[in-house]
């Protein structure tokens, strides 16, 4: 009696534990999102150029070694980075830690090679006012944006800091090859200014905003 008493006693402790437990969907794979989001991002970006329209000499810039280098360059971080979004969205990012390495690099490339150009490029820096470009640069990255927190947000990050600078230098990546690729101004002070400023600010609205998103 005294072991029947007690096995019902084990059991009612199971039952109120295992009461609020319900069935739970498993998280899609890391890469399958992040190729959905690369092939949705380029569909959406070839349209907007289309809409915008592309600059009149691509055909000459792209035998531009310079121009195609920053593309590659841009294009490059920004995929690694869209990588790193989601698998920073599973906790511990599956072990694969060492992929964060590979967009910081390319960033760092990037922002010493614009520095670079800033320093030594004869130019004038212009007065901050609305541009087209930066209309461009919203529409460019707006739903890029919306779908990279959302694919981000069927996970559980444990850094949800390193997952919001990941997805703005995502975001901000192919935004800024789309500006690039519909405005015909090489300048770097209008580059730095209307290109280049817009992604800034989105960054550091996904640092101190989108970010709480990601905690729970």
Known sequence: ?????????????????????????????????????????????????????????????????LFVFEMILTLSMAISAAFCSVWMAVPDMRGQKWMLSVPITFFAVLVTWIGLQTLLASYKFPDIHWHNCYKEAMVFGVIPAIALIYFSLRGKTTRPAGLSVMNALAVGGFGYTALRLSCGSDNIGHICAYHILPYILFALFCIFIVRKIYRW
């Open 1 to 65: 009696m005294h072991d029947v008493g007690k096995e019902d006693s084990t059991q009612k402790i199971i039952n109120s534990l295992c009461e609020d437990l319900h069935e739970l969907k498993l998280a899609p794979h890391p890469l399958k999102m992040a190729l959905l989001w690369m092939v949705l991002g380029v569909v959406y970006l070839g349209v907007c150029l289309y809409v915008f329209e592309i600059r009149d000499d691509l055909g000459t810039k792209l035998l531009d070694f």
